[in-house]
Every structure is written in structure tokens, then in C-alpha cells.
């Protein structure tokens, strides 16, 4: 099958056992294009993916994988771009279990954890990236936070260091689109999926579910589908001529 919207070679997705990851490797495979995603600790739920994207008539592998690990994130790159000739499309999907606690009670300890995972994380992959994808003149695609543009009170842990990362996308927009590479993301609000599920009922109880919907203009939370067809875009030619900007799937949360 011709893959209209992207070239030959795979796609990369970090992270793509959770939630929004595992969405976005789905519409990946709906586009014929080979998958490789990475987890960190559960292997269980990636070998599902593996499974469910085989059963599709996809391909796909599950390499876990520690983004502080720069050999690691090597090797993951040599052997992905020798298996299927080149890397295309680089997708950062990770999510993390961060408190939700105010700056003032956040420990030093705990900012550098996060900062460390979260900041150069991003990073190590996308710095080691790079020369593959200037050989593809490829995409990458953050997964990043509508917070950027209207600060939820607690979320500092999250926000910041995506912050951080969003002049990581500007400056490789700048200074790789003379190779043809783009850099976008996708600022999310609450999506139905990953770590809101898992925290529904404690961290994010039915009080506050109704006060963060108050505020939305779709008074509903998002799923991860449709955070998969943002990126998507972002990643494919439709979107070709498109580096160094942010698209927000947030059901108007920033307005």
C-alpha cells in the first residue's frame, strides 16, 4: 500500500505505550507506516500494542527504553534506521506521573528529577536525532501542555519544563529547516486517557472535573484520538510547511 502522507522508512514514537502514545502509533499504522515505539517499565502493555497493530495487518516493535540513557537512544536510532533504510517522523510522547503540588512545597530534589527527565530527556533524544532526520528531512512532534498559555495553579512541574522544551522546537525549527527538518507540537489539556484516568478518582475528583470543564468552550474533556490526528498532521506532508509552531487540542481551554 502507498503511503500518501508519508515517505518510505519508519517512524519513531517515545513513549508510545501511554495513552496519547499508543493513539498516535494507532493513526501511524492506519498510514502504513511502520511503527517502532519505546516504554519505560511496562512491558505488558507494549507487547498489547505490538499485538493489536500486528492483528491490524501493521508493524510495529516495542523497545523500552530510558531517555537518560544516551547510549541507549543511540542504539535505538542505528538499528531503526538500518531495519527500515530511514527515520521520518519523531514523536516525544511521554508521560510522567508529576505531583500536583504549588512551587513553594516543591522540593529541589524533585524539580531536578523532573527537569531531568522531562527537559533532557527531550533532549538527549532529539539532539541524537537529528542527523537522521536531516537524511530524511523529517518531522518531529512534541506532545506538549496547554498550560503554556493559561497556567493551572499546581501544574508547575508540568508546565515549566515544557516551557523549557518549546524553545528546544523553536531553535530546531530555525536552525534544521535549512535541512528540510520541522519541529512542531501539540499542547494538550485533559485528555480520557493515561495518568487522568489513573488519578481520576484521587487527584482528580468529580469537584474538580466539573470545575476545569466550566471553563472550557467544548464543555467535555478531549480523548486521545484526537490528540493522534493533530500530531499526525504535524508529522505528515499535509502539514509540510508548517515548523516552529503549537497546536493546541484543549477544547478551547486557553481562550
Known amino acids: 500500500m502507498k503511503r500518501k502522507d508519508f515517505p518510505d522508512g519508519a517512524a519513531l514514537v517515545i513513549g508510545g505505550s501511554g495513552g496519547a502514545g499508543r493513539a498516535i502509533c ?3 499504522v492506519e498510514s502504513n507506516v511502520p511503527v517502532v515505539f519505546t516504554y519505560n517499565k511496562n512491558q505488558t502493555r507494549a507487547n498489547e500494542l505490538v499485538n493489536e497493530i500486528t ?4 508493524e510495529a516493535q516495542a523497545i523500552q527504553l530510558n531517555v537518560s540513557d544516551q547510549q541507549g537512544i543511540k542504539e535505538l536510532l542505528e538499528q531503526t534506521s538500518q531495519q527500515y533504510k530511514q527515520i521520518h517522523t519523531l514523536i516525544m510522547a511521554i508521560g510522567y506521573d508529576i505531583p500536583q503540588d504549588y512551587l513553594a512545597n516543591v522540593t529541589p530534589e524533585l524539580w531536578q528529577s523532573i527537569l531531568q527527565s522531562d527537559v533532557n530527556g527531550f533532549f538527549n533524544v532529539t539532539h541524537a536525532a537529528i542527523p537522521y532526520l536531516r537524511e530524511s528531512q523529517g518531522s518531529i512532534v512534541h506532545i ?5 498559555f493559561r497556567y493551572p495553579p499546581r501544574d508547575v512541574l508540568s508546565v515549566a519544563p515544557k516551557a523549557a522544551i518549546e524553545v528546544m522546537i523553536k531553535a530546531i525549527a530555525k536552525e534544521e529547516g535549512k535541512y528540510g527538518i520541522r519541529a512542531n507540537s501539540v499542547a494538550i489539556g485533559v485528555i480520557e486517557t493515561g495518568i487522568f484516568l489513573r488519578l481520576k478518582e484521587t487527584v482528580f475528583d468529580e469537584a474538580w472535573q466539573e470545575a476545569v470543564k466550566a471553563g472550557l468552550c467544548l464543555p467535555r474533556f ?5 490528540v493522534a490526528e493533530a500530531a499526525i498532521f504535524l508529522a505528515s506532508s499535509k502539514s509540510s510547511y508548517t515548523t516552529g509552531q503549537i497546536i493546541t487540542v484543549d477544547g478551547g ?3
Not at 55 to 58: A, C, H, I, S, V
Not at 222 to 226: C, N, V
Open 55 to 58: 492483528e491490524l495487518g501493521g
Open 222 to 226: 478531549g480523548q486521545a484520538e484526537e
Open 253 to 255: 481551554y486557553h481562550v
Open 26 to 28: 494507532l493513526k501511524l
Open 144 to 148: 506538549s501542555s496547554a498550560g503554556l
